[in-house]
């Protein structure tokens, strides 16, 4: 079956715009995890989504936001970026939260100019 | 915040070594994992130890982890080339989404 896949995989953005990241879990999928990862910092967990409803939320600003749709798909927003949000965007579907393993995306590298 | 911390945070072996890495975390847990993740990419999952468990054994991976030390240690044996990756812990919160290290990168020469 397909893995989750994460669109665009590649994106370049000037400060003070906005950008829409989407991801499509594996099928039968429900919830939906995103990931912010930095060579500075690491992997730090953004939100996570389930049954179209945010679950839990990472320690970042208001500008950070995502949504789940009902076929379990999901985007993440940030809105007036800037240099700092550079990073690899990593998406993570499991069967229901707490299942445990994740299956990862490829991300979506987004540079800000 | 992260809730795991990889030591070392890089390793350079040669093909054939055992490579041992270490995880500390903070907090109670129900299972701790090991993922990797090569350049740039997406990450996999690799083995998952839970709280009640000692030792866990997935073909040449090695997994141990002590509850009372807050510590777990992957082992990779016979290490090849293409081991060569980031190797990530992750433990569950107690809202059980996933925590994770800062990684150790692993680089094994031919």
């Known amino acids: 079956k397909a893995g989750v896949t994460q669109t665009p995989r590649y994106l370049i953005k000037t400060r003070g715009q906005q950008v829409t990241l989407s991801c499509s879990p594996i099928?039968?999928?429900?919830?939906v995890s995103w990931y912010q990862q930095t060579p500075g910092q690491g992997l730090q967990f953004l939100f996570e989504y389930f049954s179209e409803t945010q679950r839990n939320k990472g320690n970042f600003p208001g500008r950070f936001s995502g949504r789940q749709f009902s076929n379990s798909r999901s985007e993440m927003n940030v809105s007036t970026l800037e240099l700092g949000d550079s990073a690899l965007y990593l998406c993570?579907?499991?069967?229901?939260?707490?299942?445990?393993?994740?299956?990862f995306g490829a991300g979506s590298r987004l540079t800000v100019l | 915040s992260q809730q795991g911390e990889e030591d070392p945070q890089a390793l350079s072996i040669q093909e054939g070594e055992n490579a041992t890495m270490n995880c500390s975390y903070k907090?109670?847990?129900?299972?701790l994992q090991w993922y990797r993740q090569n350049s740039g990419r997406g990450l996999v999952h690799l083995i998952l130890?839970?709280?009640?468990?000692r030792e866990k054994h997935s073909g040449r991976l090695r997994v141990t982890l002590d509850t009372s030390k807050k510590s777990s240690s992957l082992l990779i044996t016979a290490s090849r080339a293409a081991d060569t990756a980031s190797y990530f812990c992750?433990?569950?919160?107690?809202?059980?989404?996933?925590?994770f290290g800062a990684g150790t990168r692993l680089t094994v020469k031919p």
């Open positions: 099928s039968g999928h429900r919830s």
């Open positions: 907090t109670s847990i129900n299972n």
């Open positions: 993570a579907s499991s069967l229901v939260p707490g299942a445990n393993v994740l299956t």
């Open positions: 130890i839970r709280s009640n468990e």
């Open positions: 992750a433990t569950d919160s107690n809202n059980n989404d996933m925590r």
